[in-house]
């Protein structure tokens, strides 16, 4: 039996673990499908606060990890499969392992989509990227695709043109997803061109980085090629709280304002817990999210009910 389980190993969770375990609550902490979250698939990561020469994404998470543990936090690998939050404790599983605990911090976050091509997740690192704020720095003054037509994709257009040569936007059809302004504002940019109604076929990686990509008219089906030095995929986000549909105790009972793409992923969601937390959405462009969790007297949790941020469950 846990006091504290923090499903998740990114930034907001080891965040979580960190108060927690500060509060001599001695967490568990269930790494997840991406055991240090889309952080640890970052190179360089310039825009951390306290980091003036900024820091790989892997050494940033595993500092994290080691600060957490040295109060007491404890780690398991392992994504969650199933949770019974009908009753105290609360009942997780992860693979072949059960887990109990009294209170049940949710940092799953979630998996940015990919194309689906071949050959498209051995490339990351190596041309394709879905953080522009994260890798847009290493593309300076070199031809670049952004693929997407929400306004993710829009936003990620206009900031990688300060330091791109050119920003190809490609979307499969003519008509877009995105706000106004923001498609107004991508066309006023001189950076831009708007390469639709194409789908990415391929992403040519001879030399095993990203060189160019085949593209298809979804028209005429006529092929094309263009030549550039990397792939951002903005298409969107999968949250990975698919385990939590249809629980009965998650209650909706606020919204974020839909302004952004990025806003309208998240729900704000109640439980009865003994801790409280609150995971901030990442804005768009991605940033590293964190997690600032109020502790209170436990006389205050016995008519109140603890706020998690969560991504929108499907």
Same mark, same amino acid.
């Given at each position: 039996?846990?006091?504290?389980?923090?499903?998740?190993?990114?930034?907001?969770?080891?965040?979580?673990?960190?108060?927690?375990?500060?509060?001599?609550?001695?967490?568990?902490?269930?790494?997840?499908?991406?055991?240090?979250?889309?952080?640890?698939?970052?190179?360089?990561?310039?825009?951390?606060?306290?980091?003036?020469?900024?820091?790989?994404?892997?050494?940033?998470?595993?500092?994290?990890?080691?600060?957490?543990?040295?109060?007491?936090?404890?780690?398991?690998?392992?994504?969650?499969?199933?949770?019974?939050?009908?009753?105290?404790?609360?009942?997780?599983?992860?693979?072949?392992?059960?887990?109990?605990?009294?209170?049940?911090?949710?940092?799953? $976050?979630? +998996?940015? #989509?990919?194309?689906?091509? %071949?050959?498209?997740? &051995?490339?990351?690192?190596? /041309? *394709?990227?879905?953080?522009?704020?994260?890798?847009?720095?290493?593309?300076?003054?070199?031809?670049?695709?952004?693929?997407?037509?929400?306004?993710?994709?829009?936003?990620?257009?206009?900031?990688?043109?300060?330091?791109?040569?050119?920003?190809?936007?490609?979307?499969?059809?003519?008509?877009?997803?995105?706000?106004?302004?923001?498609?107004?504002?991508?066309?006023?940019?001189?950076?831009?061109?708007?390469?639709?109604?194409?789908?990415?076929?391929?992403?040519?990686?001879?030399?095993?980085?990203?060189? $160019?990509? +085949?593209? #298809?008219?979804?028209?005429? %089906?006529?092929?094309? &090629?263009?030549?550039?030095? /990397? *792939?951002?995929?903005?298409?969107?986000?999968?949250?990975?709280?698919?385990?939590?549909?249809?629980?009965?105790?998650?209650?909706?009972?606020?919204?974020?304002?839909?302004?952004?793409?990025?806003?309208?992923?998240?729900?704000?969601?109640?439980?009865?817990?003994?801790?409280?937390?609150?995971?901030?959405?990442?804005?768009?462009?991605?940033?590293?999210?964190?997690?600032?969790?109020?502790?209170?007297?436990?006389?205050?949790?016995?008519?109140?009910?603890?706020?998690?941020?969560?991504?929108?469950?499907?």
């Amino acid at each position: 039996m846990y006091n504290v389980l923090v499903i998740g190993s990114g930034c907001a969770g080891l965040t979580a673990a960190i108060y927690a375990a500060r509060a001599n609550l001695k967490p568990l902490v269930l790494d997840g499908h991406e055991p240090g979250g889309q952080l640890s698939l970052t190179t360089h990561v310039e825009n951390y606060p306290g980091f003036p020469d900024g820091i790989m994404g892997p050494e940033l998470i595993e500092n994290m990890r080691k600060q957490a543990q040295k109060f007491g936090a404890e780690f398991k690998a392992g994504a969650v499969n199933e949770v019974d939050v009908s009753k105290r404790p609360f009942r997780i599983i992860a693979g072949k392992d059960t887990y109990e605990a009294q209170a049940l911090i949710v940092a799953a $976050g979630a +998996s940015a #989509r990919l194309l689906g091509l %071949k050959g498209e997740k &051995e490339l990351i690192g190596r /041309g *394709v990227s879905t953080c522009a704020t994260c890798d847009g720095y290493f593309y300076r003054g070199k031809p670049i695709a952004v693929v997407g037509g929400g306004d993710s994709a829009m936003e990620e257009a206009n900031f990688l043109s300060r330091y791109a040569s050119k920003v190809h936007l490609i979307h499969r059809r003519n008509d877009f997803r995105a706000s106004k302004i923001m498609i107004d504002r991508a066309r006023a940019n001189e950076k831009v061109e708007f390469v639709t109604p194409f789908a990415v076929e391929e992403i040519l990686a001879p030399k095993g980085h990203v060189e $160019g990509v +085949s593209l #298809r008219n979804q028209q005429n %089906k006529e092929t094309h &090629e263009i030549a550039l030095d /990397g *792939v951002f995929v903005a298409i969107g986000h999968d949250p990975n709280t698919i385990v939590f549909k249809g629980k009965s105790k998650w209650i909706p009972t606020a919204t974020c304002s839909p302004s952004t793409a990025a806003s309208r992923r998240f729900l704000v969601f109640s439980l009865p817990v003994t801790c409280k937390i609150t995971a901030t959405a990442r804005p768009s462009p991605l940033q590293a999210p964190v997690a600032w969790p109020p502790w209170t007297p436990k006389s205050f949790w016995k008519s109140t009910k603890a706020s998690f941020a969560l991504p929108t469950l499907p």
